[in-house]
Nanobody, 124 residues
């Protein structure tokens, strides 16, 4: 089993930056694809960014391209989401997830393990 714990969420002004972290335990992440997803009140959970187990391939939804960067450090069993130029519409609970195959897919249904989320609030 894999346990995931997100951290780094905060209240930030529009245009500001945050870095989210996701720490894994229980099993190695060395061959797990990882993803960041978010859910705003009254909305469906949606993908934000995903990364292959090797870190060699990343994908982003159009709304965050050029602003967000996902990375991973398998030695530290941690993945990150650097968020720059934040907008109020980025406000959501952000979830970290792991897929039991190495190929990262930008689809909520493909992920097997989920953290409890961390709140990101961007004020106008």
């Amino acid at each position: 089993q894999v346990q995931l714990v997100e951290s780094g969420g905060d209240l930030v002004q529009a245009g500001g930056s945050l870095r989210l972290s996701c720490a894994a335990s229980g099993r190695t992440l060395s061959r797990y694809a990882m993803g960041w997803f978010r859910q705003a009140p009254g909305k469906e959970r949606e993908p934000v960014a995903v990364i292959s187990w090797s870190g060699g391939s990343t994908s982003y939804v159009d709304s965050v391209k050029g602003r967000f960067t996902m990375s991973r450090d398998n030695a530290k069993k941690t993945v990150y989401l650097q968020m720059n130029s934040l907008k109020p519409e980025d406000t959501a609970v952000y979830y970290c997830a792991a897929r039991t195959l190495g190929l990262a897919l930008l689809n909520v249904r493909e992920y097997d393990y989920w953290g409890q989320g961390t709140q990101v609030t961007v004020s106008s």
